[in-house]
């Protein structure tokens, strides 16, 4: 072969990030490639979280809104958030879930553009934020949605802008294939074309350095590469340009200039800020917060680089183990995020298999195998350990069991 398992276990001993492995808590005999799905749990996450339930709401009660800084959660965690995706102080607000976060984005901008009536959406990305979109659309009413696809990986959007068009709505990287797109060259294209410009960076923020550049919103996740933990809270970037006129349609008193003023009406507060709405859930902010301690020393281009490596890594073995076997993901790995992605007709059953045997990825329809490469706790003798198993599951048909063939729940 090519390479060898101690050839991988050098490269673990010289990587630059290897220490921060010991920042999580790993089950043994495991190969956890679902970090771009729910990320590992931080080994300080636990006692924080202990901490805020029994010291600030079990002895501090009430308090705690100002003691230990509840009442600022949303704008402190969005600060804290805000350097990995290359936006400034008071330009991010953490809350609420990517969903809800989207309405809130595509119902501001839309009204930024009057006289437009069109929201450009990939039939690609995400389903929720196609959903949100219809419904957004439906909500402000006279909309119209025009659905654009890729062609070997590239959006088919130029044909689709015009004069009517007010809003686009993007994922960076390709939640199937980690197609990684470039947010200043379509950014561009987009104003050019005289529409505002929101960018999905779930699988983005923590897995390549971002940078939402000229972007007039973004909203993301915190619970997939930045091990927010589930259902941690999202986030949504405003561009400082549109802090004075960009509304927030669910303007709850959390978004209010003066909250404890109780006035009869609704005025927005300065900055990202007036984009929170409701009370935040504080246990969550507490464990996303944890992660983000470990995040804040991350060097964020040792990460990409650490990350590039890990998936040609992967690619190469496969390659050589499995031919035949079709990569999704673009071998180029400029254009890829950290995860790469194979089609196999049987897919469903492949992916079981692989987690009866310790390999945990997951499949996504129509026939996607993904592996997702969380470069703070992956090594290459993991990367190593996982190609040789789906070697040995594809070349000896072992997915055809009929254990595997059944779907669960939750894919
Ligand atoms: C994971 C993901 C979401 C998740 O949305 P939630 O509302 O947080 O469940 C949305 N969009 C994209 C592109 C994602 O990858």
């Known amino acids: 072969m090519a390479i060898s398992r101690a050839d991988c276990q050098a490269l673990d001993d010289q990587d630059l990030l290897k220490d921060f492995r010991d920042e999580f808590t790993l089950p043994p005999g495991i190969v956890y490639l679902l970090g771009n799905s729910l990320g590992a749990l931080p080994r300080r996450t636990a006692a924080r979280v ?3 339930v029994e010291s600030e709401w079990g002895t501090h009660l009430g308090a705690s809104w100002n003691t230990a800084g509840w009442w600022d ?15 400034g102080p008071g330009e991010v607000v953490a809350g609420d879930s990517t969903s809800v976060n989207i309405f809130k984005a595509v119902t501001a901008a839309l009204p930024l553009r009057p006289g437009r009536r069109v929201i450009i959406s990939d039939l690609d990305n995400f389903p929720t934020d196609r959903y949100v979109v ?3 659309a439906e909500a402000l009413g ?9 062609v070997d990986g590239t959006l088919r959007l130029g044909d689709a802008l015009g004069d009517d068009v007010a809003v686009v709505l993007l994922s960076q990287v390709d939640y199937r294939t980690a197609e990684l797109r470039d947010i200043d060259a379509v950014t561009a294209e987009v104003h050019a074309a005289g529409a505002l410009m929101i960018w999905d960076l779930c699988h983005s923020a923590g897995a390549v350095p971002v940078n939402v550049g000229a972007a007039d919103f973004a909203i993301g996740c915190t619970y997939k590469y930045l091990n927010g ?3 941690a809270p999202a986030y949504i970037y405003v561009a400082p340009r549109h802090h004075d006129s960009a509304r927030n349609v669910i303007s709850g008193w959390h978004g209010h200039a003066a909250p404890f003023d109780f006035e009869p009406h609704y005025r927005p507060a300065a900055g990202a800020r007036r984009f929170a709405s409701g009370s935040p859930p504080v246990l969550s902010y507490t464990a996303l917060n944890a992660s983000l301690d470990i995040w804040e020393r991350v060097d964020l281009h040792a990460l990409r680089a650490k990350s590039v490596a890990l998936t040609s890594l992967f690619i190469d073995l496969v390659d050589e183990l499995c031919p035949g076997l079709e ?5 180029d790995p400029a254009r890829r995020g950290s995860q790469v992605s194979y089609r196999h007709a049987d897919g469903y059953p492949v992916a079981r298999a692989l987690v009866d045997r310790g390999v945990v990825g997951d499949y996504r329809e129509p026939d996607i ?13 993991d990367v190593y350990d ?26």
């Not at 006279?142 to 890729?150: A, L, P, S, V």
């Not at 990569?327 to 071998?331: E, F, G, H, N, V």
């Not at 190609?387 to 939750?410: M, S």
Request: charged share 20%.
């Open 50 to 52: 202990a901490h805020a």
């Open 73 to 87: 959660l949303p704008q402190t965690t969005g600060d804290r958030i805000a350097p990995l995706i290359g936006a």
């Open 134 to 136: 219809e419904g957004a």
């Open 142 to 150: 006279g909309y119209e949605i025009r659905d654009i696809g890729t």
């Open 229 to 231: 933990g589930p259902g």
């Open 327 to 331: 990569l999704a993901s673009p071998r």
């Open 369 to 381: 195998i993904r592996f997702g490469f969380a470069p703070l706790y992956l090594r290459h003798v």
């Open 386 to 411: 996982a190609a040789t198993t789906l070697a040995e599951v594809i070349g000896k048909d072992l997915w055809r069991d009929e254990q595997y063939q059944r779907r669960l729940t939750v894919t």
